[in-house]
């Protein structure tokens, strides 16, 4: 069994066991310097939860979460099971637990991953994909987003989806440009003539299917 925990200390040995999950699951460009993570989660713009075995109180799991201001949605900024237990579903025991967070505050996930046409391994970013609309989340059907590198030069070929079931099956264009323009300028500092963000942000338009 796999206890949920908030994460607040970063000088705790939960703390280091997180970043080496994080530092094993996630590609270079995709990662944000551990510097920036330990200061997200000390002054608290990120919400961090960590996942212990019951027993031997080993971090197996880590979310890092980016609340929106003034928003209904929160960024699943990272969200990864250490290697040597994947398979055993406690990613969808984690976002089980979350929906009995989020519904109540009639709040959702915004979760980024992989575009599979674009992905160095397709297969991967399929089944990425399929988790977690096993668990409830829908894909924004044909929308393109572009991650801006964490690192290096080049960005990410992305999509997005929204976890649990959103109320409606499409969303509204608008509602998603504001959320992409919001990500941008509070993740990751850039403003809205930033030329990633410029690349797609216009093709962002009605309607907007969730599969």
Do not use: C
Not at 5 to 31: C, G, H, K, N, W
Not at 34 to 50: C, D, E, N, P, T
Not at 126 to 152: E, H, S, V, W
């Amino acid at each position: 069994m796999v206890d949920f925990v908030e994460l607040t200390e970063v000088d705790s040995p939960e703390y280091s066991q997180a970043i080496e999950i994080y530092e094993e699951a996630f590609p270079l460009a995709e990662r944000q310097p551990v510097s920036i993570i330990r200061h997200r989660i000390s002054s608290g713009l990120y919400k961090a939860y960590i996942g212990r075995l019951e027993e031997t109180k080993e971090v197996v799991v880590l979310a890092f979460l980016w609340p929106f201001k003034d928003s209904n949605f929160i960024l699943l900024d990272y969200l990864a099971v250490k290697k040597s237990v994947r398979g055993q579903n406690l990613g969808s025991a984690y976002l089980a637990s979350m929906i009995q967070v989020l519904k109540p505050q009639q709040k959702y996930l915004l979760i980024e991953v992989d575009n599979p046409k674009f992905a160095p391994n397709e297969d991967e970013a399929t089944r990425r994909i399929a988790f977690y609309q096993r668990n409830g989340a829908r894909l924004m059907k044909d929308l393109r987003y572009l991650l801006p590198p964490a690192q290096g030069n080049e960005p990410t070929e992305m999509m997005l989806m929204i976890f649990p079931q959103y109320k409606t099956p499409q969303i509204e264009a608008y509602l998603v440009r504001n959320l992409i323009i919001q990500l941008y300028r509070e993740a990751w500092e850039r403003g809205v003539d930033d030329p990633y963000l410029n690349e797609f942000i216009d093709d962002v338009t009605d309607p907007i299917e969730l599969i």
